[in-house]
């Protein structure tokens, strides 16, 4: 069974430039998480999606979005990018979303964003 | 007061050495624990789910510790491949149902 997947591998972009990154879950699930993990920090919740729909999201700016499609796969768009935004980017997919109880998440390889 | 905390480490122990980790959390309301592994600049790979009855998976063993609120990660007769950093993930279900996940606790077995 094919795991989550997420392309590009690695992504560089410049100040002011908008960066599109996605993700497609293992067949079957139908919730997708982002998280942001800058350089020796800790994953940061970015974005849950489930069925389509925004569920939640994290303390990071409007600049942040992304969507769900209904193949359930998901893109994250950061616009306006600053350097701070250089992360590893990595996409979760879980078989129920979080008020479910919690579901175990499966991460995917991830995309590195680099901002200069 | 973090929502999660681990001890960064790093713990170094030698092979077949037993080594234990905890994990504090701030919310009483969670409901779901986990522990995934992460390798240097890898995505985290579930490691276990943690149930209140406590769980064991060959050489690990979790435990949940309600009163107390942390839980545990227990690795038996280590190996060089445990090298990795272990993180605590915790549900906070409430009006704002996230998954938290700890910063990480690196472990270093050597020979």
């Known amino acids: 069974e094919a795991g989550v997947t997420q392309s590009p591998t690695h992504l560089i972009k410049t100040r002011g430039q908008q960066a599109t990154l996605r993700c497609s879950p293992i067949?079957?699930?139908?919730?997708v998480y982002w998280y942001q993990q800058a350089l020796g920090l800790g994953l940061q919740f970015l974005l849950w999606y489930d069925e389509g729909e925004e569920r939640n999201r994290g303390n990071f700016p409007p600049r942040f979005s992304g969507r769900q499609f209904p193949n359930y796969s998901s893109e994250l768009n950061v616009n306006a990018l600053e350097l701070e935004d250089s992360a590893l980017y990595l996409c979760?997919?879980?078989?129920?979303?979080?008020?479910?109880?919690?579901?175990?998440?499966?991460f995917g390889p991830g995309t590195r964003l680099t901002v200069t | 007061r973090k929502e999660v905390e681990q001890d960064p480490g790093p713990f170094n122990v030698p092979e077949g050495a037993t080594v234990a980790f905890n994990c504090t959390y701030s919310?009483?309301?969670?409901?779901?624990f986990f522990w995934y592994r992460q390798d240097c600049r890898k995505e985290p790979k579930l490691l276990m789910s943690?149930?209140?009855s406590g769980n064991e998976d060959g050489r690990f063993t979790a435990q949940l510790n309600r009163a107390s609120q942390y839980i545990s990660l227990l690795i038996r007769d280590s190996k060089l491949s445990d090298s990795a950093t272990y993180l605590c993930?915790?549900?906070?279900?409430?009006?704002?149902?996230?998954?938290?996940f700890g910063t990480g606790t690196r472990l270093l077995v050597s020979p």
């Open positions: 979760a997919s879980s078989l129920a979303g979080l008020d479910s109880g919690g579901d175990e998440q499966y």
């Open positions: 993930v915790v549900n906070i279900l409430g009006g704002f149902q996230k998954l938290v």
């Open positions: 919310n009483s309301a969670s409901q779901s």
């Open positions: 067949s079957g699930h139908t919730s």
């Open positions: 943690v149930y209140s």
